[in-house]
């Protein structure tokens, strides 16, 4: 009787064990949630400053993970401000000069408009399962939701972030939860998401608090006022010529 209820007790520990989704199959999933051929999306991020805050508006247009262009509606001293994402080459148009510049080598690690968010991370935009490799750490709850831990590590040099630490929504495949490290192992920034909901088949976080943990402050408040995915957008908003339109 005692060896039938180890035997019990075994294969079911053994039954847990194999349900669990391997960290590959979970990274495929945040892909698969997260990305599409085409976005266009109305953002809000708030910078808090020491002294005062100031919010930024935009609307936003990607197209897979190499193309991306942003123009900035407010405040009045950054309306017309443009950003394009093309491939590996970052360009900044400014209105009051009349002038655009290429965003490249140290410059990547600059604050965008003085908030919490480097230029570097909006040119990583690849998936997670093509720029990592990830072992599940375990399981937490966090803010309410059942969740993976893992752990990411880059696939290749060059990555803005050589270490991640995520927690993963368990049903939802929606990352709650980010520590990003240096390749020395010292926490860069950490990036809070919620206010999760669901647009046609996806969930997507509608908040998101970025934190630069080398600096002090309240952070970078991102506000997803509204997103479409795979719509139809023109080529030509790709270009460096819309930049100056």
């Known amino acids: 009787m005692k060896k039938a209820i180890i035997a019990i007790l075994a294969f ?71 950003m394009l ?45 093509q720029d990592y490799s990830a072992g599940v750490d375990g399981e937490i709850t966090y803010d309410g939701r059942a969740c993976w831990i893992l752990t990411l ?29 240096a390749k020395s192992g010292k926490l860069l920034k950490s990036l809070k998401f919620s206010n999760v909901t669901k647009t046609g088949n996806r969930w997507y976080p509608r908040y998101i608090l970025f934190k630069d943990e080398l600096k002090d402050g309240k952070g970078t408040e991102y506000f997803v006022d509204s997103i479409q995915f795979d719509i139809p957008i023109p080529a030509a908003t790709f270009t460096k010529a819309r930049l100056k339109k």
Request: charged content about 25%.
């Open 153 to 181: 590590m880059a696939k290749k040099p060059g990555l803005a972030y050589a270490k991640r630490k995520i927690y993963v929504d368990k049903s939802r495949y929606v990352v709650l939860y980010e520590l990003l490290y």
């Open 12 to 82: 079911c520990a053994f039954s847990l064990v194999s349900a669990a989704p391997s960290a590959e199959s979970i990274l495929s999933a945040i892909d698969k949630n997260m990305t599409s051929q085409t976005t266009k999306s109305t953002t809000r991020m708030v910078i808090h400053a020491k002294r005062s805050s100031r919010t930024v508006e935009s609307v936003n247009y990607s197209q897979g993970s190499d193309r991306f262009f942003t123009e900035y509606l407010a405040p009045p001293r950054d309306k017309g401000t443009k």
């Open 85 to 129: 994402k093309a491939g590996d080459n970052l360009w900044i148009y400014d209105p009051g000069t009349d002038r655009t510049i290429q965003i490249s080598g140290n410059m990547l690690k600059q604050s965008v408009m003085g908030s919490d968010l480097s230029y570097e991370d909006f040119m990583e935009e690849d998936k997670l399962s």
